[in-house]
């Protein structure tokens, strides 16, 4: 064995490329290129990195494929663990070994016998390796291989130069260790650090000897400056089957985002036939972009769809809409449109904007794809002002609503709130003792309609609400107690239509002093269950409320609506939204809540609940119908266990004791199993309204094959809301899904029969109707 450092003087570097803090929708065929530029640039290359989440948005990459059903790659075997990981490449010397060496003068050296030549994490190794230090040229024979921190490669022969940074490698094969992929090129060409050209390229991240699926070319050019790949007669085979085809196509070789055709959506459904979508996306500039969707719906029409989004300094958000000119079932022009924006405007104000819109009331009924969709009867859209500082908050803008549930009319629309500002304080003024305000100025407005015939004008005006308020809380380790007494003065300046034309204007007020007591106490104790220890708590409480009565009936009824009956609702003031209606009250609220932690974590594994408010007195305020006379509310139970990971009970039931019935009841259980498998039980009612069990489940039969599933009935309707069945195959570099769905698109009732299908070419991308979000929706739990 011979072996020797030289001191080396390394060639230029590869341009040092920053993927800027932007958007990120790259067509993954970038790995393909990624895999052969590093094939030929392993002297340069980096590892892709991760793409990042969209600031200040849920929106995030999903989780990496799993490739644990794969093979190791056979060139794994010349694989050398331990090469180093830290410093510089082109500044580290180079280590030459070999069992023989051979220099018949100074201008020619031979290396034979398991050649070898280190760079830091660089090393090549062959049966003879020959450098001339004229030309600086190279040749490399007999098993040829070679290996840096992010890449396996072997070659039958290679040559080049090191001053220009060239080479050739003859029959070349290459195995990702960053990602996963791997493949081959009949010849692989370095012209220069950043340029590089192969011939009969293959790429696949399946296992080598059995390529489910595999992209071809007949020649790649690669420009590692720009960021781009320009290939030609490229190939997109599953199995044996081309099913892609383009005779000339341009990559992305990084991070950077690059315009292209994104993967296509398909899938069917008896109301709509047919339905594909084929997006195609422009890379505009490094903080925005646009995404084309045209889509075609075989029994409706071709639909026009785009989304654009930016990101500034101060700004985020997009802009995203559909348009379809004529929906032959329907008869008419469709589309939908959405605003999505968030500007910072300084340290303590921002502007938001969420605004919705659709052509008809029908359309998520024909083109919404799940349940809530179709039940949506009410579109909100709204923009504001918003402002937040110590100890206050502020906001002025407007809201208004469409009505999407073509069974509900025009009268039914609430009421356009612009404009509408809102200013809440909370500031500490002696000791403990601490005042407050909350404020709202709104004005309403609201179209008039036809009943009947009948042209309706309905009540508009505007609304001044205030309410300060005076507070001393109290507070210990084990106990609290929070004093609170305010007066709430609410006026309006409204105006009435008459039949005759003429307008009355009207200014009613009301002003109501409301009083609150709430006190607590915390008890612990060390418990044992099931060889663990836990912390257990006892957590009593009260909460009196009084609120004289103040007849109301003058007031008019622009937004104020009956809050649904749970257990945070026994503490609250009022049980009805905005400021139309406040509710009298001489209440006591008695509630005892236990919890069980975990003594090591702190985790929570058992909560339980339950509270009843007793009344005083008749509740005489009501929005419909008499004052109620009950001497006390329903019961309101929660309870929430989960013991272990595998298995959570949740409950929540409202009894009548004044009827000796229950009102609402909700039961689900969730059980884990076998890696990913779950089995989700529910059952939901309220009475005179629903009645509802949902069984769904992911139950994996073994490493490759699920089974998915989802039952959700009505027993109030007797008949199911909606059916899904599929099956999921996972393998090596190939997930496949296959669903069939039966389910409800219209408030009537009618119902819609649909089939999904969708190919996830792993390290690729998905081909057909993307089920993801889908089935995590329809399955809680599901991964």
Known sequence: MVGFRASYAPHPSAKDLTVPRNLSRTPRLRLLVQATVLCLYGLNAHAAKPAACLPGSDQCPRKSDDFSLCKPNALLAFYVPGLPTSGVREQAETDFSADRFQSADTTKYVLQGKARIQRLDQLIQSDELTYWTETTAWLATGNVRYQDSSMLLSASKAQGKTTPSTAVLDDARFQMLTSRGNGSAAQAELLDDEHAHMKMVRFSTCDPDQPSWEIRAKDLNIDQAEGIARGHDVTLRVGDVPVLWLPYARFPTDDRRQSGFLYPSFGFNGNSGLDFTLPYYFNLAENYDLTLFPRLVTQRGFMAGAEFRYLTDSSRGQIDGSWMSNDRRAERERGAWHWDNFTSISSNWNFTANINGVSDKRYFEDFGDSLSSVATSLLPSSAYLNGRGRGWSASIGGDKYQITDPTLSDQFEPYRRLPRATFEGDFGLLGSLRGGVKSEFVAFDKDCFT???????????????????????????????????????????????????????ASPDRTTPISSLDMGLVFERDANLFGKSYTQTLEPRLFYLYVPYRNQDQLPLFDAQLLSFDFPQLFTTNRYTGADRQMDANNLTAAVTTRLLESATGTERLSASLGQIRYFDDQRVQLYGAPTRYSGSDYVAELDVHLNDRWRLRVADQWDPNNDRTDLSAISVQRKFLGDGVLNLSYRYRRDFLEQTDISALIPLNDKWRLI????????????????????????CVVWRLLARHYLRDASGEANDALYFEMELKGLGAIGQKTGDFLRRGILGYQ
């Open 451 to 505: 009943i009947d015939g009948t042209r309706t004008c309905p009540t508009t005006g505007q609304r001044l609400d205030l309410y300060p308020y005076l507070s001393l809380p109290m507070e210990g380790a084990s106990w609290f107690l929070r004093p609170e007494f305010g007066v709430r003065h609410t006026r309006y300046d409204v105006q009435t239509e008459l039949a005759d034309g003429s307008r009355r204007k």
């Open 709 to 732: 599933g989802r039952w959700n009935y009505s027993l109030r309707d007797r008949k199911p809301l909606e059916t899904l069945f599929g099956v999921e195959r996972d393998s090596c």
